[in-house]
């Protein structure tokens, strides 16, 4: 297992276009977790799966994001009609328990 | 809501000082977690501290957690150019993870 994985690593777009990102968190782990950092921040919780289910959203998460994690695997995340203020880099973790939270590598997205 | 504070936010120092960050939390949660992060890179785990006056060694960084102060250490012993990152604390509430601001190391040859 090589640890929670994200794809795409970086995402250029432009303002009012969607983007999507993916998240395969660590293999058997049933909680999934999304946070965004800006630069010279620390990361800020979004949203929190348990298996399929959505159980918490922050009220970061305006009406123009949308998280799914359909089969209880891999989670995407998507933003729509991006604004310049949504360029951060996108974090995802999963865990087996209560205890750590395991980061990948996330990605970085850009609006222009 | 949750709050956590980190001191200080930049620390520039010499390799082979000492030195103490300090993290003050908010909540009664008796767990609290440092991550490092390298420039442009992900959260990497350093320390889970699961109880009041937990410590926890490795190399040369200790982190201790007094939850009664509601506060956690990250001493840093005889530092190393490696060392150089950014140090995030976060506690828990719950599901969610709330970080500090981080504290951004320099250690200069």
């Known amino acids: 297992d090589t640890g929670v994985s994200q794809d795409p690593r970086h995402k250029i777009t432009k303002r009012g276009q969607n983007v999507t990102f993916r998240c395969d968190p660590i293999?058997?782990?049933?909680?999934l977790y999304w946070y965004r950092q800006t630069l010279g921040q620390g990361p800020e919780f979004l949203t929190y799966?348990?298996?399929?289910?959505?159980?918490?959203k922050s009220r970061l998460l305006s009406d123009r994001f949308s998280a799914e994690r359909p089969k209880g695997s891999f989670s995407t995340l998507e933003i729509q009609r991006t604004e310049q203020g949504d360029s951060a880099m996108y974090l995802c973790?999963?865990?087996?328990?209560?205890?750590?939270?395991?980061f990948g590598p996330g990605t970085r997205l850009t609006v222009t | 809501e949750l709050k956590v504070e980190q001191n200080p936010l930049f620390l520039s120092m010499q390799e082979g000082k000492n030195y103490t960050i300090y993290c003050n939390y908010s909540?009664?949660?008796?767990?609290l977690y440092w991550y490092r992060q390298d420039p442009g890179k992900s959260l990497e785990s350093l320390f889970v501290?699961?109880?009041?006056?937990a410590v926890k060694q490795e190399g040369r960084l200790m982190a201790s957690l007094d939850t009664k102060a509601r506060l956690s250490t990250l001493h840093i012993t005889a530092a190393v150019h490696d060392l150089s990152a950014t140090y995030f604390c976060?506690?828990?509430?719950?599901?969610?993870?709330?970080f500090g601001e981080g504290t951004q190391l320099t250690v200069n040859p």
């Open positions: 293999s058997e782990h049933n909680r």
């Open positions: 973790a999963s865990s087996s328990g209560w205890i750590e939270q395991y």
């Open positions: 799966f348990q298996n399929e289910a959505q159980l918490e």
């Open positions: 909540t009664t949660s008796d767990r």
């Open positions: 501290l699961l109880s009041n006056g």
């Open positions: 976060a506690e828990t509430s719950g599901s969610r993870l709330t």
